[in-house]
Each structure stands twice: as structure tokens, then as C-alpha cells.
């Protein structure tokens, strides 16, 4: 049987697997589907239709499920879905889709600090890290070991490539390439992440590819994106995934990426 404190309150549709353990003055909400080994410490709220894998842990005062906040949502049936070993520290707020149907989805192995906050409809990948007051609006996708810093804020439909980081304070109005580093009011490109690359795993050739990839796009400034793009796929790194990825990004931009 879970071990759920007897102040807590857990709608009759929950459904909540055995070890699950629940603390003090929680609620959770109709539909809410909690996995093996998660943890609810105390005055958490999960609302639902929403899905939490295994091994999730929620601190005191954070909000998971909670509805959208885009005033086109009438109540429609949307999702959450979540995966496993993600920590929801306190004030930390994540709202369901606002088509019906449609779901914001959380990866596996995200840390999500105080008092951040991931809109309705977000693509949230794995390892990805919100900082203290970080915020992303609606429809924003965020790639996998992605990093958020404190107080920064993220424009909806934003794309933040995987393996990139976002300063302090940052106001994110366009795409954030892969790999890179952005800062600044509003947010302009400014390194790539080679110690998280490094940290990682990822070869010299690859943070080589990535480096020609910052020259051509941010350094040379004669180049147009196109001649830039051109550059890129005839050089001896066309190849790398790396390389690749940026590309494919930069294609794919509907918003344009920050400079």
C-alpha cells in the first residue's frame, strides 16, 4: 500500500502505485496517474489528466498539471505526460496543453528549481534544467541536457537546442541554437558550450564542427545565413551530427535563431 499521510487529499480516479509516498496536506487531483518510487513531500498539488513515471519528487508548494493559462482553453480535456527521476523543487509550476487532446510532455531526469515555470504545451526533453524563477511560455521546445539559468525568460513557440545554455536573466525571443550559449536583453549568441560538450562526452571533432559552425554563422559577418548554411555543408565537417543538428535547426527556424 502507498503511504499517504492522513491530512492529504487523492481524488478517487488517482491511480497510485504501491511505494508511492505522500506527505502532509497534499492533493492529488482527478486523473493523476503517479509511477513507482515517487515522492510527495508536502503540500504538493498534481492536477490532472496527468501521467508522472517512476522516481519523481515534489517539494512543498509546487503546482504540476495545473491547467493552461492561455485564455483560449475552455476546459477541454489536455494532458501532461512526465517521465521518470524528474525533482519538482518548491513554487515550481508546469500547466497542461490547451487544444484537446494535446499534451505539454516532460523527458526524464529534469531538475526543475524554485519557483520556474514551463507553459502549456512545452516539449521539455531529458536532463534539462530549469534554474531558480527560470520561465518558459507556451509551446516553447526544449532539447535534451538544455540548461536555463536563473530569472531568465523564454518567448512562446521558442526552439532551445539541445546542449545549450541560457544565461541569467535572459530575455529569449528567438530559436537558441544547439550547442551554444546565449545572453543578454534580448538574448544575442555569444559562445558555444564546450565545457558541456566536453562534460558530456562529445569528441574534439565534434566541438570542432560546432566551432566552424559559430565562425561561419556569428563571426564572419559578410555571410548571409544561406552562404553560411552553403559553407557549412561543404566543409569537412558536413558529416559530423553535430554539425548536422545546427544546420537542421537553422532550416527549420520559424522564428529565426538569436544572433
Not at 530559436?175 to 564546450?194: C, F, K, Q, W
Amino acid at each position: 500500500m502507498a503511504d499517504i499521510h492522513p491530512t492529504a487529499v487523492i481524488h478517487p480516479s488517482a491511480k497510485i502505485a504501491d511505494d508511492v509516498k505522500i506527505g502532509p496536506f497534499c492533493v492529488v487531483g482527478e486523473n493523476v496517474t503517479l509511477g513507482e518510487g515517487c515522492v510527495l513531500i508536502s503540500h504538493v498539488v498534481l492536477e490532472g489528466p496527468s501521467t508522472f513515471g517512476k522516481n519523481n519528487e515534489f517539494h512543498p508548494f509546487c503546482r504540476i498539471g495545473g491547467k493552461s493559462q492561455d485564455l483560449k482553453y475552455k476546459c477541454e480535456p489536455t494532458y501532461l505526460e512526465v517521465g521518470d527521476n524528474n525533482v519538482f523543487r518548491e513554487y515550481a509550476t508546469i500547466n497542461r496543453a490547451t487544444d484537446a487532446g494535446d499534451a505539454t510532455r516532460v523527458g526524464s531526469n529534469c531538475l526543475f528549481l524554485v519557483s520556474c515555470h514551463a507553459g502549456h504545451d512545452c516539449q521539455i526533453g531529458d536532463n534539462v534544467i530549469f534554474s531558480g524563477y527560470a520561465t518558459a511560455a507556451g509551446h516553447v521546445t526544449i532539447g535534451d541536457y538544455a540548461i536555463l539559468a536563473g530569472c531568465c525568460a523564454v518567448h512562446q513557440f521558442c526552439y532551445i537546442g539541445a546542449h545549450s545554455m541560457v544565461a541569467a536573466m535572459a530575455r529569449v525571443a528567438q530559436d537558441v541554437l544547439p550547442y551554444t550559449i546565449v545572453e543578454g536583453h534580448p538574448a544575442s549568441t555569444r559562445a558555444i558550450n564546450v565545457v558541456g560538450m566536453q562534460r558530456r562526452g562529445f569528441t574534439e571533432d565534434d566541438v570542432r564542427s560546432v566551432k566552424l559552425a559559430y565562425r561561419k554563422l556569428f563571426v564572419n559577418k559578410e555571410l548571409t545565413v544561406e552562404q553560411a548554411l552553403g559553407e557549412m555543408e561543404s566543409s569537412k565537417y558536413a558529416d559530423n551530427a553535430c554539425m548536422k543538428e545546427i544546420i537542421n535547426s537553422v532550416k527549420s527556424s520559424e522564428r529565426g535563431f538569436c544572433h
